[in-house]
């Protein structure tokens, strides 16, 4: 069970935008330095609180629908403030598993033999005659 503290650490991170440090404050946990901070961080790393931020995104009905409404209202047509909505979005998209895997780019090995680089050479002295 979570204690009264808690329970406004959560509403107040999710009310601000994932914004730990500022709920922690909010909450009573310090004045918004590092103490704040350090609390922020240990509260948000906490399994109970982590279920009760998904259940408050949940209950608030920040759907998966609703998000990408959202989000589209802000691409067509912002206004001031909608940075602070869109830092919202993209956190409940990313509670809500939404994030796009990342993609590893590798850089494809440098030819390692003078013939290898000559052939590269060749093909390019072509194409530019070509041109």
């Known amino acids: ?38 609390a922020g961080h240990r509260l948000i790393t906490n399994d109970n609180i982590i279920r009760e931020i998904e259940a408050a995104i949940d209950q608030a009905g920040l759907s998966g629908q609703f998000l990408a409404k959202r989000l589209k209202q802000i691409i067509t047509k912002p206004k001031d403030g909608d940075g602070i909505a869109l830092t919202g979005v993209s956190l409940v998209g990313k509670w809500k598993g939404y994030d796009a895997p990342k993609e590893k780019f590798e850089i494809p090995p440098m030819p390692k033999s003078p013939e290898e680089i000559d052939e590269i050479l060749r093909r390019m002295r072509a194409i530019t005659r070509g041109s």
């Open 1 to 38: 069970m979570l204690d009264l503290r808690k329970r406004k650490f959560i509403k107040e991170y999710v009310r601000n935008g994932g914004n730990a440090t500022r709920a922690a404050c909010i909450a009573g946990y310090g004045d918004g330095g590092e103490y704040s901070r350090l």
